[in-house]
């Protein structure tokens, strides 16, 4: 997977949703238990603050934009359950920051999200400690869902009102 870097974290949230390879989910479950894939979950790009890219903010948290498009046979409503019951408090447990969520009008089977962190490790951590949940681990099993995702690591540009 090779990520897309954008500058704007709302307009495209609201906008657009093309543009970045796809990837499995690194927290969604597959239809069934599977066992682990071959290779891990790759590191997240440098992302957040500090960076030398121009235009963007020094002090912008690491913005992540995910896009989860339910394949045939899944529901988006157990989906949208297990966020609203489950998922959500998980992540503020391991250190993600929740910006929003949304549903597109024009494509049903369709939820997009936005997380931020301080930086890309602490994404990395908080996604790692995430996934062995035993939490997570029984809500993913009992509430399985068959996804196809797409993530965008973003930074907030220097004249963004959210960093």
């Not at 290779?39 to 995910?66: H, M, W, Y």
């Not at 899944?74 to 992540?91: E, K, P, Q, V, Y």
């Amino acid at each position: 997977m090779k990520p897309v870097f954008v500058s704007s974290v709302l307009a495209v949230a609201l906008f657009s949703f093309g543009g970045s390879a796809l990837a499995q989910d690194r927290g969604a479950a597959p239809a069934a238990p599977a066992a682990p894939a071959a290779r891990g979950p790759q590191p997240t790009p440098a992302c957040g603050p500090d960076l030398t890219i121009k235009n963007v903010d020094k002090q912008s948290r690491c913005f992540e934009l995910r896009t989860y498009t339910v394949r045939e046979g899944s529901s988006i409503d157990l989906l949208h359950s297990r966020f609203r019951d489950h998922t959500t408090a998980l992540f503020k447990k391991h250190g993600m920051t929740v910006i929003g969520y949304w549903q597109p009008v024009a494509k049903p089977n369709t939820l997009i999200y936005i997380l931020a962190y301080k930086d890309a490790a602490a994404r990395d951590a908080s996604w790692a400690a995430f996934n062995v949940d035993p939490e997570w681990v029984k809500t993913r099993t009992e509430m399985a869902v068959n996804v196809q995702v797409e993530n965008v690591f973003m930074s907030a540009t220097d004249y963004s009102p959210l960093k």
